[in-house]
């Protein structure tokens, strides 16, 4: 059976059971409501690498799409979703070494941010611990996360390697689609415009005296 428990910071992290993957999967399925085209990922070794690892559950042990830091340990990833999430959980899997995430921070409806922006304090921090399987979740403040059209995720510090590789993160929570409220453009007039309808008025007076 799955079990929660907490450590240092109020960062509440739960193991879940494997056996129960497909369900599990069911959940993890944020992934598909990214808006791809547009996520950045700063300092990424590769180019485009960094929206690879946000990827169906079941594929979360495939090493083939991952990402790597360039000049230093660092990453923030900006995530924009194609409508509103209520954000519940993350699993973030790495390798079984120092390149491993050690630190993640959430921050939520700040689109664009750089790594200047990451000095702010996050929505939300947790301590990482190595997760090779995915099976460790790490549950966020649902009041905080309820209504979330950008997520960004900084990883700060791995466990002492010079790089940081993530080859998963997921996401769980749920979906609504975004409500635009364009202005409506209403053809009736308030007050008609007497020059505008100056003929049809005369020839109305006319009619009348005639």
Do not use: W
């Amino acid at each position: 059976m799955p079990h929660g428990h907490s450590h240092g910071g109020g960062c509440e992290h739960e193991a879940l059971g494997i056996d129960n993957e497909l369900e599990i999967g069911i959940h993890y399925s944020l992934f598909e409501k990214i808006d791809m085209n547009n996520v950045e990922c700063l300092n990424e070794e590769q180019e485009g690498s960094g929206k690879t690892v946000f990827k169906p559950y079941n594929e979360r042990l495939t090493h083939d799409k991952f990402v790597t830091s360039d000049a230093d340990e660092e990453l923030l990833f900006n995530i924009p979703f194609t409508g509103n999430v209520k954000l519940k959980g993350i699993i973030i899997l790495g390798a079984d070494d120092e390149t491993h995430p050690k630190k993640m921070r959430l921050f939520k409806n700040r689109p664009k941010m750089t790594f200047d922006d990451a000095s702010a304090p996050a929505d939300q921090e947790f301590a990482l611990e190595k997760d090779t399987n995915g099976v460790i979740e790490y549950a966020t403040k649902v009041v905080t996360f309820a209504n979330v059209h950008h997520l960004s995720i900084h990883i700060p510090i791995n466990y002492g390697g010079e790089n940081t590789t993530v080859y998963y993160i997921g996401l769980k929570g749920e979906f609504s689609e975004a409500h635009h409220h364009g202005v409506t453009i209403c053809t009736y007039e308030s007050r008609p415009n007497v020059s505008d309808h100056k003929n049809s008025l005369f020839d109305s007076v006319n009619h009348q005296i005639q």
